[in-house]
């Protein structure tokens, strides 16, 4: 059986896209030992060596947007499989116009916990410049009694909806992420999802010889991490920097920026840093693109705070303390499993709150941690059924 890995932008840049996709190939490759796994990804002969195994082109995406090269290369596979990461409402129409490619083709689909947050992506789903000037025009000649842009993006949401459900119905199986993401897929009309975990639970950590040298100088401080999305950066970076300034006026506390894209994160947290009165007590991780390695430098943090999703499960993979501000809903969803919520959002980061739980991780983390192993225990259960459930579905015609 011939089998493309793909729906996600691989190669461009995401290290937590990387790690789940080096854990997806090891689950495959257990799974289904004699199956002929292929990659799709921007950066193939990269990807190809790290993962030992053929890699293609990025399908559905940059330069095959409208995947006419998937359309013309799919009927060479045996099965389309969506890989993973949070597409489901990052870029539905992306991964629905695949499946339905896939599915035109005669070539069984499946989805692989991917996950799906409450609300899609407004870049795509929310009215924006002219089409928004022409909306909220609209709205002022109905007097206030008809709100134009808000019926114009339910309708774009229903639409999606409508379509991703049907794409689904089509598919041998459906394993996604979490139980929020299963909710979100029935209100959307797909009850049948079945819920597993995020593939990147299973990453390994990199040997300790693999920690970077600028971090072994630092001896045993107390290590801050923080990680910032420059995708959807924070409003207001002026409160964070002088609660990280506050904070390092303790003894012996460092901070390091982890940045979970090397090239726009990396410089958004270099001009952040930069603004901050205690700089000369920062460090930003520069050249280390490995997830394994991205792990092994989280496990030597006392707490990390992110707006990155896979910064925080890298870290709660090895048992540190994390503390989110939220992007849309999944950060909210992965902390809940724990018991926490975020101290707010990008919009509006609670640092009265951000400081409060760092303090409190600080001084006592083995609550978290206690939870945090709950919640690996049921997550690795869950993975371990979904891997059966993966195994019936490939293996009906296998």
């Given at each position: 059986?011939?089998?493309?890995?793909?729906g996600?932008?691989?190669?461009?840049?995401?290290?937590?896209?990387e790690?789940?996709?080096?854990?997806?190939?090891?689950?495959?490759?257990?799974?289904?030992?004699?199956?002929?796994?292929?990659?799709?990804?921007?950066?193939?002969?990269?990807?190809?060596?790290?993962l030992?195994?053929?890699?293609?082109?990025?399908?559905?995406?940059g330069?095959?947007?409208?995947?006419?090269?998937?359309?013309?290369?799919?009927?060479d596979?045996?099965?389309?499989?969506?890989?993973?990461?949070?597409?489901?409402?990052?870029?539905?129409?992306?991964?629905?116009?695949?499946?339905?490619?896939?599915?035109?083709?005669?070539?069984?689909?499946?989805?692989?916990?991917?996950?799906?947050?409450?609300?899609?992506?407004?870049?795509?789903?929310?009215?924006?410049?002219?089409?928004?000037?022409?909306?909220?025009?609209?709205?002022?000649?109905?007097?206030?009694?008809?709100?134009?842009?808000?019926f114009?993006?339910?309708?774009?949401?229903?639409?999606?909806?409508?379509?991703?459900?049907?794409?689904?119905?089509?598919?041998?199986?459906?394993?996604?992420?979490?139980?929020?993401?299963?909710?979100?897929?029935?209100?959307?009309?797909?009850?049948?999802?079945?819920?597993?975990?995020?593939?990147?639970?299973?990453?390994?950590?990199?040997?300790?010889?693999?920690?970077?040298?600028?971090?072994?100088?630092?001896?045993?401080?107390?290590?801050?991490?923080?990680?910032?999305?420059?995708?959807?950066?924070?409003?207001?970076?002026?409160?964070?920097?002088?609660?990280?300034?506050?904070?390092?006026?303790?003894?012996?506390?460092?901070?390091?920026?982890?940045p979970?894209?090397?090239?726009?994160?990396?410089?958004?947290?270099?001009?952040?840093?930069?603004?901050?009165?205690?700089?000369?007590?920062?460090?930003?991780?520069?050249?280390?693109?490995?997830p394994?390695?991205?792990?092994?430098?989280?496990?030597?943090?006392?707490?990390i705070?992110?707006?990155r999703?896979?910064?925080?499960?890298l870290?709660?993979?090895?048992?540190?303390?994390?503390?989110?501000?939220?992007?849309?809903?999944?950060?909210?969803?992965?902390?809940?499993?724990?018991?926490?919520?975020?101290?707010?959002?990008?919009?509006?980061?609670?640092?009265?709150?951000?400081?409060?739980?760092?303090?409190?991780?600080?001084?006592?983390?083995?609550?978290?941690?206690?939870?945090?192993?709950?919640?690996?225990?049921?997550?690795?259960a869950?993975?371990?059924a979904?891997?059966?459930?993966l195994?019936?579905?490939?293996?009906?015609?296998?």
């Amino acid at each position: 059986m011939k089998i493309l890995l793909g729906g996600i932008p691989l190669g461009c840049d995401n290290i937590g896209d990387e790690a789940i996709i080096a854990c997806v190939v090891a689950i495959f490759r257990r799974v289904l030992p004699r199956a002929e796994l292929v990659v799709s990804t921007a950066r193939p002969e990269e990807t190809a060596r790290r993962l030992k195994l053929h890699c293609v082109m990025l399908y559905g995406f940059g330069a095959d947007a409208k995947c006419e090269a998937f359309r013309r290369d799919i009927a060479d596979y045996d099965c389309f499989v969506w890989a993973g990461a949070t597409g489901l409402s990052d870029y539905p129409a992306t991964g629905v116009r695949m499946l339905e490619v896939a599915q035109a083709a005669g070539v069984k689909t499946l989805l692989w916990n991917v996950g799906m947050n409450s609300v899609f992506n407004p870049a795509f789903f929310e009215a924006r410049g002219k089409k928004l000037a022409l909306l909220r025009a609209l709205s002022r000649c109905s007097f206030g009694t008809f709100d134009a842009v808000r019926f114009y993006e339910k309708v774009l949401d229903h639409r999606m909806r409508r379509r991703l459900s049907r794409a689904l119905a089509g598919c041998a199986a459906v394993i996604v992420r979490d139980q929020q993401s299963r909710d979100e897929l029935c209100r959307s009309g797909y009850p049948a999802a079945v819920v597993g975990a995020d593939s990147a639970l299973l990453l390994p950590t990199a040997a300790a010889e693999e920690l970077p040298p600028e971090l072994r100088a630092l001896g045993d401080c107390c290590l801050i991490g923080v990680g910032i999305s420059a995708q959807s950066p924070l409003r207001d970076p002026q409160g964070l920097q002088n609660f990280l300034d506050e904070m390092l006026a303790e003894t012996g506390r460092h901070v390091l920026f982890i940045p979970m894209n090397p090239v726009t994160d990396h410089a958004w947290m270099a001009d952040f840093r930069r603004g901050m009165t205690r700089c000369s007590q920062t460090s930003l991780l520069t050249g280390h693109d490995d997830p394994g390695v991205v792990q092994l430098v989280a496990s030597r943090c006392a707490v990390i705070i992110s707006s990155r999703l896979h910064l925080l499960f890298l870290a709660a993979n090895v048992g540190t303390p994390v503390v989110g501000i939220a992007r849309g809903s999944k950060i909210d969803n992965f902390l809940a499993a724990l018991g926490r919520r975020s101290v707010g959002d990008v919009n509006d980061c609670d640092v009265a709150r951000l400081r409060a739980e760092v303090e409190e991780l600080l001084a006592s983390p083995e609550e978290f941690r206690r939870a945090n192993e709950r919640y690996r225990t049921e997550c690795l259960a869950r993975l371990a059924a979904a891997e059966n459930c993966l195994r019936l579905a490939l293996e009906q015609e296998a």
